[in-house]
């Protein structure tokens, strides 16, 4: 791939993640599949970066989640490891890309209609569980589980610093996870040579919480999900006319 355009694509996928706290595997997994990486190369170049946006978002704001970090640890954790295994032993008859399109479809269309789905917050965290172990079920499987990790974290709480946080909690366990299991099954096949990218999103992460400072609790909802669902729409079109 041309230098200039991965590192352009890398910037705005940084920049969104520092705002919003998905953006790099959300858009990132799609858009370098459709560009020629295969998906075990396709998290190996984006998980360093993740982990180090989502470690940033993390340590820089406080909040109380003590029970829901329980239960998301309990059970998202244990069947994120379960299907990472799967994919990583079933990737030869796996098609990545059409999974990974059409979970980000659904997620964004729960997303921005989520009213629609769930009546209500207490219907959603009155099975808080199973949604858990179907976003750990989603991320291992395809990497995707960043939309449905959003919808949740709104769901438990409005506010955008709050639920930023828990999103940086979830992606940052999940993603040091996902790498230890693909270093420990997938190291000799894996591409290392771009790593330095890392340094990225030090670089950009600050100058961006300007933006999300003077981003308001329902705009930042919406707009990861809009782009979201323009986005997974296309790649889904790109997908059937390859094949």
């Given at each position: 791939?041309?230098?200039?355009?991965?590192t352009?694509?890398?910037?705005?996928?940084?920049?969104?993640q520092s705002?919003?706290?998905?953006?790099l595997l959300?858009?990132?997994?799609?858009t370098?599949?459709?560009?020629g990486?295969?998906?075990?190369?396709?998290l190996?170049?984006?998980?360093?970066?993740?982990?180090t946006?989502?470690l940033?978002?993390?340590?820089?704001f406080k909040?109380?989640?003590?029970?829901i970090?329980f239960?998301f640890?309990?059970?998202?954790?244990?069947?994120?490891?379960?299907?990472l295994?799967i994919a990583?032993?079933f990737?030869e008859?796996?098609?990545?890309?059409?999974?990974?399109?059409?979970?980000l479809?659904?997620s964004?269309?729960?997303?921005?209609?989520?009213?629609?789905?769930?009546?209500?917050e207490?219907?959603?965290?009155?099975y808080?569980?199973?949604?858990l172990v179907?976003?750990?079920l989603v991320?291992?499987?395809?990497?995707?589980?960043?939309?449905?990790?959003?919808?949740?974290?709104?769901?438990i709480?409005?506010n955008k610093k709050h639920a930023?946080?828990f999103?940086s909690?979830?992606y940052?366990t999940?993603g040091v996870?996902?790498?230890?299991?693909?270093?420990?099954?997938?190291?000799?096949s894996?591409d290392f040579?771009?790593i330095?990218?890392?340094?990225?999103?030090?670089l950009?992460y600050f100058?961006?919480?300007?933006?999300f400072k003077?981003?308001?609790?329902?705009?930042?909802?919406?707009?990861?999900?809009?782009?979201?669902?323009?986005?997974?729409?296309i790649?889904?079109?790109?997908?059937?006319?390859?094949?």
């Open positions: 791939m041309d230098f200039f355009l991965e352009l694509i890398l910037l705005v996928l940084i920049i969104i705002i919003f706290g998905i953006g959300l858009f990132g997994t799609p370098f599949l459709i560009l990486y295969d998906f075990f190369n396709t190996n170049f984006l998980l360093p970066i993740s982990i946006v989502s940033l978002q993390f340590i820089s909040s109380k989640f003590k029970k970090i239960n640890n309990f059970y998202c954790l244990p069947f994120l490891v379960l299907f295994i990583l032993n990737k008859i796996l098609n990545f890309k059409l999974y990974v399109t059409i979970i479809i659904i964004s269309i729960l997303a921005l209609k989520k009213n629609n789905f769930f009546l209500e207490k219907t959603i965290l009155k808080k569980k199973v949604v179907f976003i750990g991320h291992g499987l395809t990497n995707m589980g960043g939309g449905f990790l959003s919808i949740f974290s709104s769901l709480n409005n930023r946080h999103i909690y979830g940052l999940m996870i996902q790498y230890f299991i693909l270093l420990f099954f997938e190291y000799k894996l040579t771009k330095y990218y890392v340094f990225l999103a030090f950009l100058p961006a919480q300007e933006i003077k981003i308001n609790n329902i705009l930042f909802r919406k707009v990861i999900s809009i782009i979201a669902l323009f986005y997974g729409l790649i889904l079109a790109t997908n059937f006319y390859i094949y």
